[in-house]
């Protein structure tokens, strides 16, 4: 093959340095027994490590000319596949691997959001899925990792945190990167497990998480009535059930807290 594709701006491209990609595969621990889904491997800077270690790779790329550099180079435990990550049907993807797999990717920064999403949905309480070690612009990670009260929890934070456990790995400056990029960068692991609290669905969950932090100003009493009126449910009410107090601010909830109110609205 000729000469690797530069980084299109359009995809979000950033290439990880040599020196971070060692210290990157010694924070992950790959061995022999492991399958890997790689989130948009690149120019293979991770891929090709990993497969030194691991037992199988499955690497989805979206750009096509690094998919076709990358696959005419990969050895025979690597498995290329060119698609958009969102658009993948992972349990289809993943049927024949070695479960549960592990989840390792940079995220272009424009999509990081639902990806991480996607990642939650797909893996079956950690069935599917069991961790994912992924490098994220710092403030997505703050917000991953943020608890109650502070500027950096939220709607996220909450939604991740009941479905996973969340750990900070290593923090990278632009100059990890080639080109660099204009923000810091944070890997963390995320562990999948079932939810920690019974939310009575997930569907509700994330409509009440979603609809609260919209007003995360207000008081939760005033944060609420959008919410309960698409439930066609009293915010008092709700309250109530959920033994919260309408004086205080969606920002201050626990994770706990709201699994009550998801379960009040039902």
């Not at 899925?129 to 909450?158: C, F, H, K, N, W």
């Amino acid at each position: 093959m000729g000469p690797f594709p530069r980084a299109r701006k359009r995809f979000g491209q950033h290439f990880l340095e040599p020196a971070w990609v060692a210290r990157l595969i010694a924070a992950v621990g790959p061995s022999a027994d492991d399958a890997f889904l790689e989130i948009g491997p690149g120019r293979g800077a991770l891929t090709l490590p990993l497969a030194e270690r691991a037992g199988r790779v499955i690497a989805v790329e979206l750009d096509r000319d690094l998919a076709a550099n990358l696959a005419a180079r990969a050895p025979a435990n690597v498995r290329l596949v060119q698609s958009d990550f969102l658009d993948v049907n992972l349990p289809q993807l993943l049927q024949d691997e070695q479960r549960p797999v592990r989840v390792v990717g940079n995220l272009p920064y424009n999509v990081a959001s639902p990806i991480l999403f996607r990642l939650l949905a797909a893996a079956e309480d950690g069935r599917l899925l069991g961790e994912a070690t992924l490098m994220l612009q710092r403030e997505v990670a703050d917000r991953l990792l943020a608890e109650p009260g502070v500027a950096d929890y939220g709607a996220m934070s909450i939604q991740v945190q009941l479905r996973a456990d969340v750990e900070r790995v290593l923090n990278l400056p632009p100059g990890a990167f080639r080109p660099p990029p204009k923000v810091h960068s944070t890997v963390v692991r995320l562990r999948f497990r079932p939810p920690r609290f019974e939310v009575g669905t997930l569907d509700a969950f994330e409509r009440v998480v979603r609809g609260i932090f919209l007003q995360r100003r207000k008081t939760l009493a005033n944060a609420l009535k959008p919410v309960a009126a698409s439930f066609g449910r009293d915010p008092s009410e709700i309250l109530e059930r959920a033994r919260l107090d309408g004086g205080r601010r969606p920002e201050t909830l626990t994770v706990e807290d709201v699994a009550r109110l998801s379960q009040a609205v039902l």
